[in-house]
């Protein structure tokens, strides 16, 4: 799915994703699942976020028209086609049927691990975007997309192992922290701007909190001070031996 202008959204319908704050937007819990509204997909649609989106209606009605990008995946086909959706089970998945999609649907996503999957506020009947006509994807295709400044899991956990020379890790957390990894630099985010002079603008700094937001922080301070810095935005656990652990948000 490619991004487009501001002008092309408002062609498709999406003149109002200015009112959504970043991030995965506006979710409400009703009736026993999480809805998404209909300006959350629109942002996501509009930001060319990643997210799978599954049209559960009959593959006819989705091939005569079905929202950008939409998987066409008939709702009495869905609990079948379970091996088809992605590996990462922190990918956004969104269910949308005529009406909202079934509580029943959304519990069985819910039930394969995918803990951000919602259902699109009253389906495609709602819909007050536009509808693309034509055969809708057949495949799910998910692939996660880094923030700008953003590390994977992978490669930090690359770098705390083999601790290469040109970078270091920095760990933003409050100094009271049980443990650190071994080779960081812990230097709380509330310091950070009054001890920029310890730090060489010689390294890239690897920067990690507890969530990431932290972090997030820190990279700016570094970033805006002409620091070479990208930053983990996931949860950390650091064990007083130093060892850690990672989750995805």
């Not at 919602?118 to 009947?125: Q, S």
């Not at 020379?165 to 985010?189: F, W």
């Amino acid at each position: 799915m490619s991004p487009f202008s501001a002008r092309e959204a408002v062609k498709l319908g999406y003149n109002n994703v200015r009112v959504l704050s970043s991030g995965l937007p506006g979710w409400k819990k009703a009736k026993g699942v999480v809805v998404l509204p209909r300006n959350g997909l629109k942002k996501m649609i509009f930001e060319d976020d990643s997210y799978v989106l599954i049209d559960l209606r009959d593959g006819a009605v989705a091939k005569a028209g079905h929202i950008k990008g939409a998987v066409s995946i008939p709702a009495d086909q869905l609990a079948a086609a379970k091996e088809r959706f992605p590996a990462d089970k922190s990918a956004p998945v969104i269910l949308y049927n005529d009406d909202q999609a079934s509580a029943e649907t959304f519990a069985l996503v819910r039930g394969w691990g995918y803990k951000n999957a919602t259902v699109l506020d009253g389906g495609a009947k709602a819909w007050d975007g536009k509808f693309f006509p034509g055969e809708p994807d057949s495949e799910i295709v998910y692939v996660k997309k880094l923030k700008p400044g953003q590390i994977t899991v992978d490669e930090f956990q690359q770098i705390a192992t083999a601790k290469p020379s040109d970078k270091v890790i920095l760990d933003v957390r409050d100094s009271g922290s049980e443990g650190i990894i071994p080779g960081a630099v812990n230097i709380p985010q509330n310091q950070l701007s009054a001890r920029l002079g310890d730090l060489s603008k010689d390294k890239e700094y690897i920067i990690h909190c507890n969530t990431g937001i932290l972090a997030g922080m820190a990279l700016k301070t570094l970033m805006d001070n002409g620091y070479k810095a990208r930053y983990l935005d996931a949860v950390v656990q650091v064990g007083s031996d130093g060892s850690f652990d990672i989750s995805e948000k």
